[in-house]
Nanobody, 125 residues
Framework: QVQLVESGGGLVQPGGSLRLSCAAS????????IGWFRQAPGKEREGVSC????????YYADSEKGRFTISRDNAKNTVYLQMNSLKPEDTAVYYC??????????????????WGQGTQVTLSS
């Protein structure tokens, strides 16, 4: 059974850090790009970042550049999203998704074939 499972979310204070994980089962990630998306309350889901099968990285918003780092460990069949200097506006459910090979220039959700169920990230002081 093909699955993507996110973990690592939680409650954190502004300025804090979290590392989200996206673990794949039922298939190997080697030939897949993995995207991270998030959906804040009352808002549409938006693209955060993507890492291609060849480890090229894309960050879809200027607010994330320098704070978020996407990486992958194919031996563990897992992709990570390291989030530092978190802000209240980072509060959202974070999802990972898989598509073949490369990352889209724009975060087109329709091209992703597998999706996880999401992990909640909440910023609160």
């Amino acid at each position: 059974q093909v699955q993507l499972v996110e973990s690592g979310g939680g409650l954190v204070q502004p300025g804090g850090s979290l590392r989200l994980s996206c673990a794949a089962s039922g298939f190997t990630l080697d030939d897949y790009a993995i995207g991270w998306f998030r959906q804040a309350p009352g808002k549409e889901r938006e693209g955060v970042s993507c890492i291609s099968s060849s480890r090229g990285t894309t960050y879809y918003a200027d607010s994330e550049k320098g704070r978020f780092t996407i990486s992958r460990d194919n031996a563990k069949n897992t992709v990570y999203l390291q989030m530092n200097s978190l802000k209240p506006e980072d509060t959202a459910v974070y999802y990972c998704a898989a598509k073949y090979f490369g990352c889209p220039t724009r975060p087109n959700q329709k091209v992703y074939v597998y999706w996880g169920q999401g992990t909640q990230v909440t910023l609160s002081s």
